[in-house]
């Protein structure tokens, strides 16, 4: 059938977390290929407006929101209309040795990570603002839930619980139309990796052997998979956490 395409976002609204780089960034523009209309947060004013500059179509909208912060998240929500879909792509990366671990940066990494998400989640469903059907993709990581690392026990935590968190949201927002997914992203090559000053690039280069595919991620490889998960043609999927990593984990 001429124009019949199942992976369609047009006419859609799609909320993206964190979109001010990276993974979010990148998802956000290519939504906005497809006919999306894109609604965009995150807290740096600077670099969400390039963002929304780089948006394809019209009727997008942008909000500055530090969604760490509970009572931002219910501004955030506040402000927003009824969506079709949600990008919980917020959040902060960080390695460090368990014998160094500060309690204050644990939390400030949760609270971004972790407790974001299940707040954001909540006060949507809660003010009533998905349209039924609903799609929510949270990005996670491959750190500790499929592989794990040196360095990486606070981050690769904050992403484990996202997971579990997800299959929850699943179970309990089936009956609301809504379907709750998660990706499981090896390393993406992203602004946040290369400004990492804990990692040589001789570093990064050796890690790269590991991945049979040659290479790490591209934001595009990503942001690819999340549409999919938005669109109708991932209908009959929910609680599943999607990993794409090169085959590092094989």
């Known amino acids: 059938m001429i124009g019949y395409n199942p992976y369609s976002l047009e006419g859609k609204t799609i909320l993206v977390t964190g979109a001010s780089a990276g993974i979010g960034r990148c998802t956000a523009i290519e939504c906005s290929k497809m006919g999306v209309k894109v609604i965009i947060t995150a807290r740096n004013k600077e670099r969400l407006q390039e963002t929304f500059n780089a948006l394809e179509g019209e009727g997008h909208k942008q909000i500055i929101a530090d969604i760490s912060e509970s009572e931002q998240i219910e501004k955030l929500v506040e402000s927003i209309d009824k969506i079709d879909g949600f990008v919980c792509n917020a959040g902060i990366a960080y390695t460090e040795l368990v014998a160094f671990y500060k309690e204050e940066k644990i939390l400030e990494i949760f609270k971004t990570n972790t407790f974001s998400m299940m707040l954001l989640t909540k006060f949507l469903v809660k003010k009533k603002k998905f349209n039924k059907p609903s799609s929510i993709v949270y990005t996670a990581s491959i750190g500790n ?106």
């Open 145 to 250: 839930v499929f592989s794990a690392g040196v360095g990486n026990g606070i981050y690769g935590a904050s992403k484990c619980a996202v997971d579990g968190f997800m299959r929850t949201a699943a179970l309990e927002l089936a009956p609301k139309g809504i379907r709750c997914n998660s990706i499981n992203s090896g390393m993406v090559e992203t602004n946040i990796m290369t400004n990492n000053t804990r990692i040589t690039a001789e570093q990064f280069e050796e890690d790269k052997k590991k991945y049979p595919l040659g290479r790490y991620g591209k934001p595009e490889d990503i942001a690819w998979a999340i549409i999919y998960l938005l669109s109708d043609a991932s209908s009959w999927m929910t609680g599943t956490a999607l990993k794409i990593d090169g085959g590092h984990t094989i």
